[in-house]
Nanobody
Framework: QVQLVEFGGGSVQPGGSLNVSCVASGYSYIAYCLAWFRQAPGKEREGVAAVDSDGTTTYADSVKGRFTITRDNAKKTLYLQMSSLKPEDTAMYYC???????????????????????WGQGTQVTVSS
């Protein structure tokens, strides 16, 4: 059974840092494109960052320079390092996976939720003073 489980959410003050991770099981992890999405109450789910099986990374404009996505294939773990956090980063953060490499002509597609077929249950990140 394929599972994605997120860890590491929590509360932090604006300007602070927080790391979240996602552990996978039940499939050939190395062959998958992985991503982080987030969804705030009343808003649509949006792509945050993605890393393809060939190492290609894509970031949403809103997090470029502040967030870093990495993957450890040996540990089957996906990471998201978040710094300079803002209140608008508050959301439930989800990891997602789909078979890769995708090699999209347009990086936009890496951040489209409907492209992914595997999802974790989410971890809450709250940025507030």
């Amino acid at each position: 059974q394929v599972q994605l489980v997120e860890f590491g959410g929590g509360s932090v003050q604006p300007g602070g840092s927080l790391n979240v991770s996602c552990v996978a099981s039940g499939y050939s992890y190395i062959a998958y494109c992985l991503a982080w999405f987030r969804q705030a109450p009343g808003k649509e789910r949006e792509g945050v960052a993605a890393v393809d099986s060939d190492g290609t990374t894509t970031y949403a404009d809103s997090v470029k320079g502040r967030f870093t996505i990495t993957r450890d294939n040996a540990k089957k773990t996906l990471y998201l390092q978040m710094s300079s956090l803002k209140p608008e980063d508050t959301a439930m953060y989800y990891c997602a996976a789909m078979p890769g490499p995708r090699a999209y002509y347009s990086p936009h597609f890496y951040l489209v939720p409907t492209e992914y077929n595997l999802w974790g249950q989410g971890t809450q990140v709250t940025v507030s003073s």
